[in-house]
């Protein structure tokens, strides 16, 4: 199936073509057809005499429905260009157009109505002229009447044609189906309709709306009902778990996880002048309104009235209340940017921003510093697979935007990323070496090292494994503590070397029976020489008068993980079979490397070692 919105001025006769196409009344309401003009959407389809199946979103054309058409071509992938050759280019022509151009509509097929009232050439000429520049500039274009019937089969024979160049949709990818009717149907509930741009729906599936679960308990597709749709297409969706009042035109049934709702984005102005005032901001079936910062450079930080599934490189489009106009055409760039808050903070965000037309996983990971596999391919830009250094890249498809050049949106992944840096973390290589720097300082300011959870915290890195892959030559790892390398330090004085022994063999039994500090006094182990055994990783120190072996850590969580989950401190001295003095600090040792957390004054859970 594929989807074509109409488009053009009021009473140029686009419903009056999609009866003609399809022998079904797209106005839905008595008040439309007692009016003889389009107020809201109408849905229609036909069969094309190759087998493609159509499916046409009538819109209207009066200025004061535009927002009903724009919830109607947000979401469709081409459009039929309505212009009457008796009357020209008219008023609502253009915002037609400037609506279309704003959202990067590229296919399309403009058609010439009522060629039985006057010559067509001069209306197709003219209509030529206001294309130029534009995003359906050189676009096909067929006379016809509605009327007479006079070039309906030479109109169906081109938009098979158009339906032909249209790109295959990713029917893999994630959904986001923007709805455009809400109504509630007796026996069955909830219905939404819309068009689904890509992705795939299955009877079952569970979706997220307006922040809810939902299930899908039906589908149909052209008044049919079926287990599954994939796109393109106009669907029907029987939800349950969710009522009517929760659900309206511009919310969306979305794949759970799979995108970022935000109320802040940074996006690219179209060139023109900076839209000024109230403004609503356009995408998908989707109407909200929103505030403007301008930046500089173009660019400029929308806040909207409420969140909204976006993705970088998405198009939408700027209005303003009771204006005719277009206001603004905009490019998503960031659908995560950081806050602004110091003086000069705009200025820096414009000059980050510039230059970047349609984002790569480079530039998130540039404004970011650090985002993983999930976070890339929420916010637009999934990264490819590298299952190996002889291998060619391979990965999910790139969310295809509607209006997009294919240059630097490979279809395999956006390579731009480069190769994690560790499991599916990605970094900005500057970011990263920056990292490692102050990873090195760090350590550099403690001379018995830093453990791993606490060099975490200092960098403000989300989880161990980022730190150990920062760890390079000379800081080394050892039980848990980054230090620096062997390649300036001597070996272990003997007589130290064989108190550290004793001490081994006499925790091999017990492991956290930690000696008392008379116990140390007598190997010697106090002051200088049992800092020299920490630092090189034979002993561990717990707390300034607990030390036990390296290993004690981890095969103190392996015991703990036996336990009922929350346990307490009483349960965790049984199961180590030592006292208060040497548990307490020992699990607060366990909290900081993130083995264990603290639910209570009196209770802990064992966290999965990660």
């Known amino acids: 199936m594929r989807v074509i919105a109409t488009a053009g001025h009021v009473d140029h006769g686009k419903s009056t073509l999609v009866r003609a196409l399809t022998g079904m009344e797209p106005d839905r309401w008595a008040e439309e057809r007692r009016r003889g003009m389009t107020i809201d959407l109408g849905f229609a389809w036909t069969t094309l005499r190759s087998g493609e199946r159509l499916a046409f979103v009538d819109v209207p054309g009066h200025e004061r429905f535009v927002t009903n058409m724009l919830a109607g071509v947000g979401p469709s992938p081409a459009v039929m260009f309505v212009v009457a050759a008796d009357e020209g280019w008219r008023p609502q022509s253009a915002e037609h157009l400037a609506a279309l151009n704003a959202l990067g509509i590229r296919h399309g097929l403009l058609v010439v109505t009522r060629s039985d009232l006057a010559d067509p050439e001069l209306a197709t000429e003219e209509a030529r002229l206001h294309l130029e520049g534009t995003s359906l500039a050189g676009m096909a274009a067929i006379a016809v009447s509605g009327l007479t019937r006079q070039g309906i089969p030479e109109l169906e024979a081109s938009l098979g044609r158009l339906a032909a160049e249209l790109p295959e949709p990713d029917r893999e990818s994630p959904v986001r189906l923007w709805i455009d009717r809400v109504f509630t149907v007796t026996g069955a509930g909830t219905v939404v309709t819309g068009t689904l741009a ?25 008044n049919q009902r079926t287990d599954l749709v994939s796109a393109t297409a106009r669907v029907a969706v029987n939800l349950r778990g969710t009522g009517r009042a929760v659900l309206s035109r511009g919310t969306a049934l979305l794949t759970p996880g799979a995108w970022i709702t935000t109320e802040v984005i940074d996006v ?3 060139p023109g002048e900076t839209p000024k005032g109230d403004l609503v901001f356009h995408l998908g079936s989707a109407a909200v309104p929103a505030r403007l910062r301008p930046l500089g450079e173009g660019t400029a930080r929308l806040t909207l ?6 993705r970088s490189g998405e198009r939408g489009l700027l209005r303003a209340p009771g204006r005719r106009a277009i206001v603004a055409g905009v490019r998503v760039l960031d659908v995560r940017p950081t806050p602004l808050r110091r003086r000069g903070a705009s200025a820096a965000r414009a000059a980050a921003l510039a230059g970047v037309s349609v984002p790569t996983a480079a530039d998130l990971l540039r404004w970011h510093g650090l985002l993983n596999r999930t976070d890339l391919t ?5 990264p490819a697979v590298h299952p190996g250094p002889d291998v060619p890249p391979t990965g999910s498809t790139v969310w295809p935007v509607p209006g997009d050049p294919p240059a630097g949106r490979p ?5 731009s990323a480069g190769r994690p840096v560790a499991g599916d973390w ?8 920056a990292l490692g720097r102050d990873l090195a300082e760090q350590v550099s300011r403690h001379a018995q090292g830093i453990t791993v959870e606490a060099a975490a915290h200092l960098l403000g890195l989300p989880g161990r494994r980022l730190v150990e892959a920062l760890v390079a030559p000379p800081l080394t790892i050892r039980s848990g503590v980054i230090q620096q390398g062997d390649r300036d330090r001597a070996p272990l004085p003997s007589r130290i070397a064989k108190a550290v022994a004793a001490l081994g063999a006499e925790l091999a039994e017990r492991p956290f029976d930690a000696p008392t500090a008379r116990r140390l006094a007598a190997l010697e182990l106090t002051g200088k020489s049992l800092a020299a055994a920490v ?36 349960q965790a001295r049984a199961a180590l079979d030592s006292s208060r003095r040497v548990v307490v600090p020992l699990l607060e040792h366990l909290d900081a490397r993130g083995l264990t957390r603290r639910v209570d004054n009196e209770s802990r859970v064992c966290l999965p070692d990660n």
């Open 535 to 570: 630092r090189a990783g034979a002993l561990l120190a717990v707390a300034g008068n607990v030390v036990l072996l390296p290993d004690a850590p981890v095969l103190a969580a392996t015991l703990l993980r036996k336990l009922p989950s929350p346990f307490t401190v009483s």
């Open 411 to 415: 279809g395999s992944g956006d390579p």
């Open 426 to 433: 990605f970094a900005d290589p500057g970011h990263w070496s």
């Open 305 to 310: 009235a409420r969140p909204l599934p976006l």
């Open 378 to 382: 929420a916010m637009g830009c999934p």
């Open 198 to 222: 890509h992705g795939t729906l299955h009877v079952g599936d569970e979706l997220v709306a307006g922040g809810e679960r939902v299930q899908i308990r039906g589908l149909q597709a052209l």
């Open 268 to 270: 690219r102005l179209d």
